[in-house]
């Protein structure tokens, strides 16, 4: 028997939020930008701060979140550092295709070439987390030159997560919500009834919050997350990444060839931590791992102090802390 869903608005009537909260303003953070891509006809948000000229650093949110996830960073590293922050497309206030199959993974890939090279670079330190960890791992392996450095948070290799949810039945079952989100309309229904109770248990609740040990979300920052999920399609845009989430595997090139930060919350709700240690196979430079203790699956807001020590570590690594050069 065939059964057909109720048609709704599929960013839901539920809770809607018309005006942004202050901290999505705050100019401490960097200046609000727009580029619409030639090739694609898409046009991207990004916040960026830190003096034109100095080397790009980029960073690629994952889900469900957009650029406002970087925010610890983009204060940190713009002293030296030209960052941006990006709205991949389907988030935020970036162009929200309706096809599914916009969000092809060689699509997704392309945009973040497209960006570079708008920004005025040939190169980038590439900073990307879940989902943008997908993204930016697929970026370095098919276009290293444009790779100074990359630095991953919870996400690993490709290959790595096909090969060991297929042979690890307890991380196929932790993955278990890709089989559900690639139902139509359904999942956003969920995600966004109650006034997006789900989307806030996301973030807030003790098995897979942020905050356990480290910083917690404020009720401003829980309110960004709510605005940019109530608008209309943003729950589709978002989803429509795990409904193409098979478009570019299997890899037919899976190699590393740019020095690699993994950083690994140790208490990831979603991806088990032996993954991690494995990506080193694919990597054919340096490759640094810190596992760290008490975090949680959303690495760069719940232990931003850490973090940043971190990253700094590994980009002073073989040069100079003044000496980046695009």
């Not at 929200?96 to 040939?122: F, M």
């Not at 060839?257 to 979603?270: C, I, T």
Request: proline letters at 5%; a neutral charge; hydrophobic letters at 40%.
């Amino acid at each position: 028997m065939q059964v057909s869903l109720p048609h709704f608005e599929l960013s839901g009537p539920w809770g809607i939020r018309e005006t942004p909260p202050a901290c999505l303003n705050d100019t401490s953070l960097g200046t609000h930008c727009y580029v619409r891509i030639k090739e694609s006809g898409l046009r991207f948000h990004y916040v960026a701060a830190g003096e034109r000229g100095k080397p790009l650093m980029l960073f690629l949110h994952g889900f469900p979140e957009f650029w406002f996830s970087w925010r610890h960073q983009l204060r940190e590293f713009k002293s030296e550092f030209r960052v941006v922050a990006v709205d991949m497309r389907g988030y935020g206030e970036s162009d929200l295709p309706t096809s599914t199959e916009s969000y092809r993974l060689d699509y997704l890939v392309t945009d973040v070439k497209d960006i570079v090279e708008y920004l005025g670079y040939n190169r980038c330190f590439l900073v990307g987390h879940d989902w943008g960890g997908i993204i930016a791992w697929l970026f370095a392996i098919h276009y290293p030159e444009m790779v100074t450095k990359l630095i991953v948070l919870n996400c690993p290799h490709p290959s790595v997560f096909t090969d060991y949810t297929l042979r690890h039945p307890s991380q196929l079952l932790k993955s278990s919500y890709i089989f559900f989100f690639q139902m139509p309309r359904f999942p956003e229904l969920m995600l966004s009834i109650n006034d997006f109770k789900a989307l806030k248990c996301l973030f807030t609740s003790r098995s897979t919050g942020i905050g356990r040990n480290g910083c917690w979300l404020t009720s401003e920052d829980m309110e960004a997350y709510l605005y940019a999920f109530s608008q209309p399609g943003a729950l589709t845009g978002a989803l429509n990444y795990y409904r193409n989430i098979f478009s570019f595997l299997p890899l037919r090139q899976e190699d590393v060839k740019s020095p690699v930060l993994l950083l690994w919350g140790e208490r990831d709700a979603f991806l088990e931590q032996d993954m991690a240690e494995t990506c080193r196979l694919y990597i054919k430079n340096h490759f640094r791992l810190n596992i760290i203790s008490g975090a949680s699956h959303w690495l760069q807001q719940d232990q931003p102090d850490i973090v940043n020590t971190l990253i700094w570590t590994f980009l002073k690594e073989g040069e100079g802390r003044k000496s980046y050069r695009n």
